[in-house]
């Protein structure tokens, strides 16, 4: 009996195998030798609990023992190194989204998502040393001191927000009661940010000189025939960097002053909007005191403008004017229950900033009989698009506004220069190179203007350039200012006062074929002032990386 049951046992656990191997047989031969499915999610939980726990115990306590503060020199250096050895397969943001790691089984990890980041730094050296068996990470053979580096700006690789729309939903808060509470409410929590914001321009663009003298930039007592105010008709302050301009109170309405100050060039200069030079204008009177800065101005200018009462929650671009209402978000301690524009899709995360930094008009207008120049009713957690479309422009005309291909004129319109860029179109965001709560560098970039686009731009990677060193792209001297990304890409020939003029936004490279078919200033006479675009246009030409064709034309 006891034989009998031993073999009857024998049996069935020798069934269960040859039932499992045929299964495992039917499953290799159901998928094949393809590369091209993705991991089951059976397959992808099992392997990624087995690469835990082969990690050896003592790596996985290892801390990194290198700087990996995000601007430190060994992030720096592991960027270096990651460009170079892992942005083929794993792309310039970590995401893998690369011609190779597509056709690999299993696909790269996204490298910035949860699996990965919730590693030990231990467990990414160990990794990174010893690669990973049966997928297409190698073992390293580099100096411990460059594997822990590496280690190190994998903690800061580029954000590049979400595509889907699916996803962008999922990040915005559900409800809608929440109100405004200003900037201060945001201090305790997010004390550092803050600090770093309230240094910013976006925080003191608008500014009472009655509590903050020291913001009216001009002497006033120095007498100017296009100066007639004094200092105590000054209700408010507006601009700094380029500009000044001073706002009248009359009741509850702003109206600017006929005089704004040139900072650059230290002089008065007239200040009045003449027909042609915005859509409002002729919808005015010809008098600034007939204009109110409440329909034209503060909407940017501040949180929550109420058209009907004329009140704002606070003067200056302040937290909720990015993130929208904040009460909820306050009285719950910190839920994620407010708009976080890095984890929205690249459209909405732009309309962030594009709101404010673009020429347009709201989609309804006049508004409750007046004509309004920033988008009514919007705030974030809302689409932009419902409420605001972008100047028009058409092609092979100059206007105030734009150039005839369609770069931008003048300033406040790097949101029209952006959404035209081939830039916008991959899903970068303007927070991919500029921080929107404060930086000590040149309008807020994440680094230094010489080294920004070195975030996801280099010789040899991905995004290009195509050459063996910027020096080989840019035909310029190592250090010089036509050497730097900006000079080319970013030529300054959008008007801000005068001849002072900021950057365009669209990262094309206007040629001197463009300069003379459709009058756009080009990057090459902007520095070589004395040349003509006939002297630059036969400079290209030796250019033997570049496309003759593309010269030729003004192609971009």
């Given at each position: ?64 023992p ?16 990651y ?76 954000r ?15 409800g ?14 997010h ?29 006033l ?47 008065w200069?007239p ?40 009140k ?12 929208g ?87 406040r ?78 030529p ?17 490279f ?11 200033p ?35």
């Amino acid at each position: 009996m006891t034989s009998n049951r031993a073999l009857k046992i024998t049996a069935s656990v020798a069934a269960v195998i040859a039932v499992a191997i045929g299964g495992l047989y039917a499953l290799v031969i159901w998928e094949g030798s393809s590369a091209r499915e993705d991991a089951p999610a059976l397959e992808a939980n099992v392997a990624q609990w087995l690469l835990h726990y082969t990690v050896p115990a003592g790596f996985r306590a290892m801390k990194n023992p290198l700087d990996e503060q995000a601007a430190s020199a060994d992030v720096e250096a592991g960027h270096e190194i990651y460009t170079k050895k892992c942005e083929i397969c794993h792309a310039y943001d970590g995401g893998g989204r690369t011609e190779i790691g597509s056709g690999q089984y299993p696909r790269p990890p996204d490298l910035r998502g949860p699996d990965v980041q919730r590693m030990s730094d231990g467990e990414l050296f160990y990794h990174l040393k010893n690669g990973i068996r049966h997928t297409g990470m190698p073992a390293w053979t580099l100096p411990d001191r460059e594997l822990w580096q590496v280690s190190a700006y994998l903690r800061h690789l580029p954000r590049v927000a979400a595509l889907s729309p699916q996803m962008a939903a999922e990040q915005l808060p559900t409800g809608g009661a929440a109100h405004y509470v200003g900037s201060a409410a945001c201090k305790d929590c997010h004390s550092a940010i803050y600090d770093r914001w309230k240094k910013t321009r976006m925080a003191n663009v608008v500014q009472d000189p009655h509590t903050h003298p020291e913001a009216i930039i001009p002497d006033l007592s120095k007498p100017d025939p296009l100066v007639t105010f004094a200092k105590d008709d000054i209700a408010l302050t507006y601009g700094s960097k380029w500009k000044q301009r001073y706002f009248k109170q009359v009741g509850d309405d702003y109206f600017v002053f006929p005089a704004q100050w040139d900072v650059t060039h230290k002089i008065w200069r007239p200040y009045f909007v003449k027909n042609g030079m915005d859509w409002w204008a002729p919808l005015y009177p010809a008098d600034n005191m007939q204009r109110p800065t409440g329909p034209l101005c503060d909407g940017c200018h501040s949180v929550n403008y109420d058209i009907d009462t004329k009140k704002v929650t606070e003067w200056n671009v302040g937290c909720e004017k990015c993130h929208g209402p904040g009460s909820e978000h306050v009285e719950h301690q910190g839920r994620p229950n407010i708009v976080n524009p890095a984890k929205l899709s690249y459209v909405q995360a732009n309309d962030t900033c594009i709101q404010c930094h673009s020429q347009g008009q709201p989609l309804a207008n006049p508004i409750k009989g007046k004509y309004y120049d920033w988008p009514v009713g919007f705030h974030m957690g809302k689409k932009l698009v419902d409420f605001w479309k972008l100047e028009d422009h058409k092609l092979g005309e100059l206007s105030f506004t734009h150039f005839p291909d369609g770069t931008a004129h003048k300033n406040r319109m790097q949101g029209n220069d952006f959404v035209q860029s081939l830039m916008y179109t991959r899903g970068v965001t303007c927070t991919n190179c500029h921080d929107p709560h404060g930086s000590d560098n040149e309008a807020m970039l994440i680094k230094p203007v010489k080294e920004v686009c070195a975030t996801c731009h280099g010789p040899h990677t991905q995004n290009g350039p195509h050459a063996p060193t910027i020096e080989a792209h840019t035909h310029h001297a190592p250090g010089s200012a036509g050497s730097e990304c900006v000079a080319c890409h970013m030529p300054k020939i959008e008007q801000t006062i005068a001849d002072v003029n900021v950057r365009a936004h669209t990262f094309k490279f206007i040629t001197p074929a463009e300069s003379d078919a459709l009058k756009i200033p080009n990057a090459c006479n902007l520095c070589h002032t004395d040349k003509t675009t006939a002297w630059a246009a036969e400079a290209l030409k030796g250019w033997q990386d570049r496309s003759p064709w593309r010269m030729a034309d003004g192609a971009n």
